[in-house]
């Protein structure tokens, strides 16, 4: 598995393109590093930019931008609606693959050092990276903003971590942390008040509002038997928010940080302000989500507002993106581009390794047609399986949705969920066993002059085999599980769509009996006879229980034509 770490910079410029790009361009200059977002905004002017890749090109990365930024921005001249202290304001780093957060924290506190040394910025260290616990909450390190630097620096108490203790006018200073996955998201407002959006902030958010003695807003604030004010807690764990005007697009704004996905999520964030909006007399018009979000996060929007509409959850990710974005108004201020805004896809857009089933019907069909070897038949097979489960999910998401079967929408949405996970399970399994394919041919292409290459090899065609005997078993388990939810289906669907079930068991039959003759050409090079032996005996059990299940799918359908 590839270490990947992610870099979040915030750059007090958002007016400026040419200055942008400036920066981004020494991001891009660094080799292993992919330049994912660059999302710049006028009011604000700010710009968040998003990269990815190993921690060692990504710190140089880093390193570079923090260089360009000091030089080309002037703190002096700056003003903009988010809090701000440095032309580099704040640099997170972001564990997404084999990289712990405490490795996160090494590379964070390098960073920040680098900075300091090699770019001359005053760096502070926060969240898992802080050096003290009272640095940790951004807020507070970032307290005073730009206009107080000159005097937190003096205070003995806030020396920084890294770089010149003594306040640059120029570049300001930069907040260097290692953090968990934050989601930057705006809800917008029909109003174009502050206050109103403020007010619905401090309902929303984890801290709250002061408590005051008489418990109107402008009152004295009510202090506890240490002096320190006393804080209504909001309604949301995980939550930061705080209210400005974009001048931009004449609205109040509810700029939100969701800082743990599992404890809040974006839907339920929304809704929330939704609810408090309504309150207040304010309507939420849309959202707008800052820099990139997880997959994760868009499909638990859409399946949340499906299930609001009493809808089946079982449908393609597409689908579940599309009601995500129209739910939450991701299109109200600027078009939503998955593509660009969803990490994975981002990630993988310029991918140059082309899938199979990226492949339109008529392009997977011509090369399978074609002289190449692959895909052969375990990718055909794997392919059946996938068509019969989405059959089978397809009866079950027109069930749910059947006029006078509101009531049983949740029963056919679990099926259709269940449906997903095999169908979407074999379509990857369709490049998958091509892939094993070729890792056979490419060991067997290994050279063989001398014993040493011989071993390697051997064992490597070993190796290769081993897996493409187990990828079209797995193919057998998925399709032979599939037709768990075809039989409901043909029991318990909606008559008009029978046939539809029929079609679905001899396509999941097809894959079970096709992977199987897979498995029993590969288990013939398998030197390990007794593990040979023991995927042999496994696959055959499949079969029989998929025929057996075959036949009786196909008995409840034809009884009921």
């Known amino acids: 598995m590839p270490r990947l770490i992610e870099c979040v910079p915030n750059f007090s410029e958002g007016r400026d393109m040419a200055v942008i790009k400036q920066i981004t361009d020494v991001i891009q200059s660094v080799d292993g590093v992919k330049l994912l977002d660059v999302d710049p905004g ?11 890749g190993e921690p060692e090109p990504v710190i140089e990365a880093a390193v570079r931008a923090g260089r360009k930024a000091a030089e080309l921005i002037d703190m002096t001249n700056h003003t903009g609606e988010h809090p701000r202290f440095g032309a580099i304001d704040v640099c997170p780093l972001i564990p997404i693959a084999g990289v712990t957060m405490d490795e996160c924290v090494t590379w964070a506190r390098q960073l920040g050092q680098r900075l300091g040394d090699e770019a001359g910025l005053t760096v502070y260290l926060y969240e898992y990276a802080a050096s003290k616990p009272d640095r940790k909450n951004l807020a507070v390190v970032r ?6 630097l000159s005097q937190k620096l003096a205070n003995p108490e806030w020396k920084p971590d890294f770089g010149p203790p003594k306040f640059n006018a120029k570049s300001g200073a930069t907040a260097v942390g290692a953090r968990d996955f934050l ?3 705006n809800v917008n407002l029909n109003t174009t008040s502050t206050r109103r959006a403020n007010a619905i902030a401090y309902d929303i958010r984890e801290k709250g509002r002061v408590k005051t003695v008489d418990g109107k807003p402008d009152s004295k604030p009510l202090l506890d038997d240490k002096g320190e004010q006393v804080w209504i807690p909001g309604s949301l764990k995980c939550v930061k928010a705080i209210g400005w005007f974009i001048e931009e697009y004449g609205v109040a704004q509810i700029s939100i940080n969701l800082t743990n996905l599992d404890v809040t999520p974006i839907h339920v964030a929304f809704d929330e302000t939704c609810k408090k909006a309504d309150e207040r007399g304010v309507r939420v018009t849309g959202s707008e989500i800052v820099g990139l979000v997880p997959l994760a996060a868009m499909l638990d929007a859409g399946r949340h507002f499906l299930r609001k509409q009493q809808r089946s959850t079982g449908v393609g ?7 995500a974005i129209k739910s939450l108004g991701l299109n109200d201020l600027s078009p939503f581009k998955p593509e660009e805004k969803i990490i994975e896809f981002a990630m993988a857009k310029d991918a140059k390794a082309k899938r199979l089933i990226d492949l339109t019907i008529e392009g997977f069909t011509d090369l399978t047609a074609s002289e190449a070897p692959a895909p052969g038949g375990g990718s055909v097979a794997a392919l059946s399986g996938a068509l019969g489960a989405a059959l089978a ?3 079950a998401n027109l069930s749910s949705h059947k006029r006078g079967w509101d009531e049983r929408w949740e029963e056919f949405s679990r099926h259709a969920e269940t ?4 169908w979407t399970r074999l379509v990857q399994l369709v490049d998958e066993d091509t892939d094993a394919f070729n890792a056979i041919m490419t060991a067997f292409g290994l050279p063989k002059s001398n014993d040493a290459e011989k071993a390697a090899r051997k064992a490597a065609v070993q190796s290769a085999t081993r897996r493409a005997i187990e990828t079209p078993l797995e193919v057998m388990h998925e399709a032979l599980a599939s037709m768990a939810v075809i039989r409901a289906m043909a029991e318990t669907g909606m008559d008009a769509s029978i046939s539809d079930a029929g079609v679905a068991t001899l396509c999941a039959r097809t894959a079970v009996i096709g992977a199987h003759l897979n498995v029993r050409i590969n288990a013939k090079g398998l030197d390990d006879k007794i593990a040979a032996s023991q995927f042999l005996a496994k696959a055959a059990e499949i079969e029989v229980k998929a025929v057996v299940a075959e036949s009786e799918i196909l008995t409840i359908v034809l009884k009921k034509m």
């Not at 009011?43 to 990815?52: D, G």
């Not at 449906?419 to 095999?422: D, E, I, L, P, V």
């Open 42 to 52: 006028k009011a604000t002017n700010r710009t968040v930019v998003t990269f990815v």
């Open 183 to 185: 989601v930057a998201y």
């Open 317 to 323: 990710d597409a689908e579940l993106i599309k009601i």
């Open 419 to 422: 449906g997903k996970k095999h």
């Open 393 to 395: 999910t397809m009866v």
């Open 143 to 148: 307290a005073g903003e730009y206009e107080g």
